[in-house]
């Protein structure tokens, strides 16, 4: 089965960029799409179809995907921004989610 | 703008079957969009469940299939879930969602705010 590999935490300071990234076996030939999660909140979703933003996400949420790695970048993190990242992509008529990456704004 | 609810039993008793069914209010059930179940246990990740499209065609996890039906409602707006021969591991807080572009695209732009079961004696 397909499987997405992030990292179990990532930390940034107010201001600077956060990367997250999420592994699979050539996810870059796959759309990847990227969930926030606050605590005791529903995800949200911040990036699709690799680089797209829903309405009402900030710019400074930007997506990017190619070989085997997909990446959100977040510019200018904000405290706010704190919370679980979830990448998540579709295999063989079969969603997939990443393990998540929790986000400290240190 | 589109809104799901999630509703039904938040206790099962091991080797029962968990019900859920999830009201969509604010567009029809009956659209281009799949809809799906994700679960999250306590303090770990997403997990996705499975999805059916108003026509009634269903995907579910490999890993959950065998006890896994979704099912749709068209005439009340709604979609629903039974997961069979529950154990303490599915004890979780289940999400439905909208995918408005199941398959290569699939993505989940609304979701319910979840729905916590707990299977126990």
């Known amino acids: 089965s397909y499987e997405l590999t992030q990292p179990p935490s990532v930390s940034v300071s107010p201001g600077q960029t956060a990367s997250i990234t999420c592994s699979g076996d050539k996810l870059g030939d796959k759309f990847a799409c990227w969930y926030q999660q606050k605590p005791g909140q529903s995800p949200v979703l911040v990036i699709y179809q690799d680089t797209k933003r829903p309405s009402g996400i900030p710019e400074r949420f930007s997506g990017s995907n190619s070989g085997n790695t997909a990446t959100l970048t977040i510019s200018g993190t904000q405290a706010m921004d704190e919370a679980d990242y979830y990448c998540q992509a579709w295999d063989s008529s079969t969603v997939v989610f990443g393990g998540g990456t929790k986000l400290t704004v240190l | 703008q589109v809104q799901l609810q999630e509703s039904g039993p938040g206790l099962v008793k091991p080797s029962g079957t968990l019900s859920l069914t999830c009201a969509v209010s604010?567009?029809?059930?009956?659209?281009?969009?799949?809809w799906t179940w994700v679960r999250q246990p306590p303090g770990k990740g997403l997990e996705w469940i499975g999805e059916i499209h108003y026509s009634g065609s269903t995907n579910y996890n490999p890993s959950l299939k065998s006890r896994v039906a979704i099912s749709v409602d068209k005439s009340k707006n709604q979609f629903s879930l039974k997961l069979s021969s529950v154990t303490a591991a599915d004890t979780a807080v289940y999400y439905c969602a909208r995918d408005p572009d199941y398959g290569g695209n699939s993505h989940f732009d609304y979701w319910g705010q979840g729905t916590l079961v707990t299977v126990s004696s």
């Open positions: 604010g567009g029809s059930i009956s659209s281009s969009n799949w």
